[in-house]
């Protein structure tokens, strides 16, 4: 006869549903950023979203904020191995962003002030699924965490989420950014483990 202990047992390692594999909690906020933090005025800020034909699509800081704001829930996944559950953000979503673009290219370069960049499908940036993130817990986005604003892709490991967002260049190709083009995974999907190369 098997006795099941529910104590420890259920509490083992990997036991979480929301813990992708490989990963660990974590309660704490660490920063990551492969270079010093940009100093950004509110003020000079501007978010473009280029499209294949040159086309400028601008948003100042005040014109962002006139936007609609969502509140977004959701679990954060580094690729460094933290995972970090149920945060708390404010932002606009990227369909509303993208609600005046028209474009025929699949493929989104994000890029940030400091020249950070980033590569995602443009398919990963709709449909609820990316924001323009301008608050975390209830606060301003801190320098540090890519204040004033930062992309947040939750569903992607979060070297994704570009800090300091400026704009985003549409391309026809997956073409890699800055971490893709040091050995992490062209699309980056925690739950299959798209850690580094493209396997
Ligand atoms: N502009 C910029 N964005 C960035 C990075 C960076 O170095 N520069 N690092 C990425 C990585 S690897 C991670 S894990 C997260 C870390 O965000 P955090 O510092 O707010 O925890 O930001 C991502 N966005
Ligand atoms: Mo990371």
Request: net charge negative; aromatic share 14%.
């Amino acid at each position: 006869m098997a006795v099941i202990s529910r104590g420890f047992g259920s509490r083992r390692r990997g036991s979480n549903p929301d813990l992708p594999p490989g990963q660990y909690l974590t309660t704490d906020f660490p920063v990551l950023s492969a270079g010093p933090t940009p100093e950004i005025d509110r003020a000079e800020w501007q978010f473009v979203i280029r499209d294949e034909t040159g086309t400028r699509h601008e948003w100042s800081w005040d014109a962002m904020m006139a936007l609609p704001v969502e509140d977004v829930h959701t679990d954060i996944h580094c690729v460094t191995r933290w995972s970090k559950l149920g945060t708390t953000w404010r932002g606009v979503a990227l369909d509303t962003l993208f609600a005046e673009v028209e474009t025929s290219y699949d493929y989104a370069m994000i890029h940030s002030y400091g020249g950070y960049t980033t590569n995602v499908p443009l398919a990963d940036l709709l449909d609820g699924q990316a924001w323009i993130a301008f608050e975390f817990d209830g606060e301003p986005l801190v320098p540090e965490h890519g204040g004033p604003a930062r992309l947040l892709l939750p569903h992607l490991y979060f070297w994704k989420s570009a800090k300091w967002v400026r704009g985003i260049v549409m391309h026809s190709d997956d073409d890699p950014g800055f971490w893709e083009q040091n050995g992490y995974h062209t699309y980056g999907d925690p739950w299959k483990e798209q850690r580094y190369g493209d396997s």
